[in-house]
């Protein structure tokens, strides 16, 4: 294992931007977590474990400290029974190939969570989901280094505190646990109904009546990429801000003052959710390319923001910061960012 110094951190966030770290390695082995970890213990230096950065801004003053990447590969399928697949995988996985290997094998249970960049080790940190499906619906158990145990502890589902697009690794716990595995329940038996509405719709477009995990898969994959650019090719970290949820009265309040019906999901609890995309939209955010920062939004979804000739986060900063405001002004509404602006202050 190699520690360099005084890495930029630009290639360790798909949007490209920020300062350097003081140390950076590659761990492909929970041994190397280990010694990377001691390494970093001697020197008391702060450490950050990542995977491809598909969530992550880095601050322009970098990180005096130790930045992991997270290389740990396994795939591998113990099948229980006709029915019943467990498959365990190395946290640095490519996440997407985790899917199309699992949709292969014929399985079902991640099949929506096509196409999210990343590491699969970085899918519990904020429960990844998509198109009705989170991660917490299928995850086992989680392997990680504990550094309040100071050992490998394996953590099951129930004990992850997963909410919407939460779990205690970005919330009660942050920074405590190092994940070196996942291990997923996941099912032979075809994807039932209901579909989120979008696929619902791409497949009887496709006359697809019975749907496979793999043609689940498929629409996913083509909703997707008409509508979310590439982070290998456009610099972005997807959506940048949460979907907010506020009240039913407050939705009720925010139509009549606006004289419109507002997109938005209900929740369970009697809160709704209202689509950020849409007040970015309203809020004149829509194909924005903003000439003083370098920044602007997607065309086909304005909640992405993109790095198009920014040279700072600052600058991508005062970008969020435009929008913020304007969303404000109109809806009374603060949108919080989702991207982790790292290292945390
Ligand atoms: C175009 C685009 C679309 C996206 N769509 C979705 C979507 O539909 N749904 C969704 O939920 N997300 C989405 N995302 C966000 C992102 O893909 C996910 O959050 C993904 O899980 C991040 O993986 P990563 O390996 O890049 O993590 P990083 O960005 O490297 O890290 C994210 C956080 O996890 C921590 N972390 C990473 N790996 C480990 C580990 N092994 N142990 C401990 N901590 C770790 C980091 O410290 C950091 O806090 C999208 C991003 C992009 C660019």
Not at 169 to 195: C, E, M, Q, V
Request: with cysteine.
């Amino acid at each position: 294992m190699t520690i360099s110094e005084n890495v930029p951190l630009t290639n360790y966030s798909t949007m490209h931007l920020g300062g350097s770290a003081a140390y950076l390695c590659e761990v492909t082995t929970r041994m190397e977590i280990l010694e990377a970890l001691t390494w970093a213990q001697q020197r008391t230096l702060p450490v950050i474990m990542i995977g491809t950065g598909s969530n992550i801004i880095w601050r322009d003053e970098g990180f005096a400290g130790l930045v992991i990447v997270n290389k740990i590969l396994r795939f591998e399928l113990f099948k229980e029974d006709e029915t019943n697949t467990y498959l365990t995988i190395g946290a640095g996985e490519p996440w997407d190939s985790v899917v199309a290997r699992s949709v292969q094998a014929g399985l079902s249970g991640i099949e929506a969570l096509s196409l999210i960049p990343g590491t699969a080790g970085a899918t519990p940190i904020q429960n990844v989901g998509a198109y009705g499906q989170d991660i917490s619906q299928t995850l086992v158990t989680v392997e990680a280094f504990d550094t309040q145990v100071g050992d490998f502890v394996t953590l099951p589902a129930s004990d992850c505190g997963f909410g919407y697009r939460t779990s205690r690794f970005k919330t009660t716990d942050r920074g405590r646990f190092y994940i070196s595995g996942l291990s997923l329940h996941l099912s032979a038996l075809s994807p039932t109904p209901p579909f989120y509405p979008a696929v619902s719709e791409y497949l009887s477009q496709h006359g697809i009546n019975a749907p496979s995990s793999a043609t689940v898969r498929e629409a996913v994959v083509a909703i997707r990429s008409a509508k979310l650019p590439d982070p290998s090719v456009v610099n972005n970290t997807g959506s940048f801000f949460a979907n907010p949820v506020i009240s039913g009265g407050q939705l009720a309040q925010l139509q009549a003052d606006h004289d419109t019906l507002i997109p938005h999901w209900s929740n369970d609890d009697g809160s709704v959710k209202l689509a950020a995309a849409w007040l970015i939209e309203q809020a004149g955010f829509k194909d924005y390319h903003d000439a003083e920062t370098g920044m602007g939004t997607w065309p086909a979804q304005p909640l992405v923001l993109v790095n198009e000739h920014a040279n700072s986060t600052a600058s991508l900063l005062a970008f969020k910061q435009k929008i913020v405001t304007a969303v404000q002004a109109k809806f009374n509404l603060t949108l919080e960012q989702e991207p982790e602006l790292l290292p945390l202050k």
